[in-house]
């Protein structure tokens, strides 16, 4: 059987992602796998300057950077208390572009995440990030589904 030695597990910080995190808290304590836990900062691309050319959104971004850190760091106090092999990435971009690119980057063997997120949006009309990272990613993904999701 195929060892996993870096798991990847994409949160958002809804119940959905939080239930997969703790399938990939089992799974690299079960492989000894390095565990990597990563947020991606949805990438605010209409607010980049082109409805309004001479606004500045560094500060915007900052703060949203900080705000992320923080959210990043009190989820991993309070999920990875005796765990220590991991590694927190905050990334901006699209999540399941950045999930598939940053499992490249980082070799590795797993992806995990929640069947839903945060938003709750449909994902007919939006496109689910599980979805998506499901039908390109090259890394073998688990999608792991909250026992009260009834979608
Ligand atoms: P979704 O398909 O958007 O409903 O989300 C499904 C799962 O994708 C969530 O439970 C998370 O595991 C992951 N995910 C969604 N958005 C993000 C994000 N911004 N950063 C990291 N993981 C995410």
New binding site residues.
Partial sequence: MKDFSTVL????F?D??D???QMALAMAIRFSARLLV?????EPVDLRGFYVPHISFEKLEEEIEEGAKKMMESFCRRNLTTFENFECLIVPGL??E??IQQAEEKSADLI??????????D?VL????????VRKSPVPVL??RLEEDSA
């Fill in positions: 597990v994409a949160v958002d809804s959905s992602s239930n997969a995190f990563l947020h991606v900062i949805n999540p399941y950045q999930i995990v995440l929640g069947t839903h997120g945060r938003t709750g949006l994902h939006f496109g689910s990030t599980a979805e998506k990272v999608t792991v």
